[in-house]
């Protein structure tokens, strides 16, 4: 069983924020802003990969309200989701990241490729 998977069972703790019978919102164990939460399907899915247009018509709704509970809707905050090797997912279990606090960074990439050469 995956780490989230257990994380959802209650087999290892978390600190969760907000929770309903399809998804589970919790902090990062490692933030990278002073706002960075987790929100899982509690339905194991690899990645975005094999998510479908329902379960995410869903999972919007759901950070959206986790954005509000937490008050950054206003103030405003980043969504994220890695997908596999060169996205850097390294839990495999569909997890998006929910970042805020403070003016989050956003750096330029020098070897970018804006021709889509690639
Ligand atoms: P990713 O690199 O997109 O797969 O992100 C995985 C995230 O899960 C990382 O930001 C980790 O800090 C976080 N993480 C791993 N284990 C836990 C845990 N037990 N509780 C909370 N966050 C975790
Ligand atoms: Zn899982």
């Not at 995956?2 to 600190?15: G, R, T």
């Not at 929770?19 to 509690?42: C, T, W």
Request: proline share 4%.
């Amino acid at each position: 069983m995956c780490i989230f998977c257990k994380l959802i069972n209650k087999e290892i703790p978390s600190n969760i924020i907000l929770e309903d019978d399809e998804f589970l919102a919790f902090h990062d164990i490692n933030p990278k802003a002073p706002v960075h939460i987790l929100v899982i399907p509690k339905v194991h899915i690899d990645s975005f990969n094999e998510a479908n247009s329902s379960l995410m018509g869903k999972m919007s709704d759901f950070i959206q309200e986790v954005a509000k509970e937490v008050k950054i809707e206003k103030s405003g905050y980043r969504v994220i989701t890695n997908i596999g090797e060169n996205g850097g997912q390294e839990v495999k279990h569909l997890h998006f990241h929910v970042l805020g606090g403070a003016k989050l960074s956003w750096s330029h990439f020098t070897d970018a490729d804006p021709q889509g050469h690639f």
